[in-house]
């Protein structure tokens, strides 16, 4: 006999564990009580759905949503705008920096006609493949430039190619105003400290 001869793995046994007795052993009761109660279930839903009341939680999406949907529920991404159909975004990458799954994607420009904030996204992409709609880049954004709404439409997709969401379907989805920190016009820019 080899020294590498393999043992045969024994489980340990637990002073706990049940133990079936003949009826759970036989398993026919048992698949018959599960198939009674599955069709006891689908008579139920059945019966609701020819008497017009809706059976069972089925949802015809996209034309129905749930109505359980929480008002906070975690969405599609969208990017608000200031009084200039501008993004309200900085380019600041915090949203970015925070993403668990590391989807955002920012390449920043430079705007020498703002004062206030001269950086601006050029590019701004989500990658919907991978996103799991945490909600931490909304939390992270100190200017209210990123939001998540409570629709996802056309969310699933055959091709994750398709699956990038660009600056442009951000700002023009569902395009949003109303930031809780305003943009200031181009006239309130504040005065640098050695002008008077």
Not at 3 to 31: S, T, V
Not at 81 to 90: E, F, L, M, T
Not at 151 to 166: N, Q
């Amino acid at each position: 006999m080899s020294k590498y001869a393999a043992k045969a793995y024994r489980r340990k046994a637990y002073w706990n564990e049940p133990e079936m007795g003949w009826w759970e052993r036989a398993y026919l009761f048992e698949i018959i009580r599960g198939l009674f109660i599955t069709s006891r279930v689908f008579v139920v839903n059945m019966v609701k759905w020819m008497i017009g009341r809706k059976g069972a939680l089925t949802t015809y999406y996209p034309e129905e949503t749930r109505w359980d949907y929480a008002a906070g529920n975690r969405g599609k991404h969208i990017l608000t705008r200031r009084p200039d159909g501008r993004p309200q975004c900085i380019a600041c990458n915090m949203c970015a920096t925070v993403c668990p799954a590391k989807v955002i994607e920012i390449d920043a420009a430079f705007d020498p006609t703002d004062p206030v904030h001269p950086k601006y996204p050029a590019r701004f992409e989500i990658d919907y493949s991978r996103c799991v709609f945490c909600g931490l880049c909304v939390e992270a954004c100190p200017e209210d430039a990123i939001r998540m709404l409570k629709e996802v439409p056309d969310l699933p997709a055959g091709d994750r190619d398709t699956m990038w969401i660009t600056k442009e379907e951000l700002l023009n989805w569902n395009p949003r105003s109303d930031v809780a920190k305003p943009y200031p016009a181009a006239g309130d820019a504040p005065q640098s400290r050695g002008s008077h």
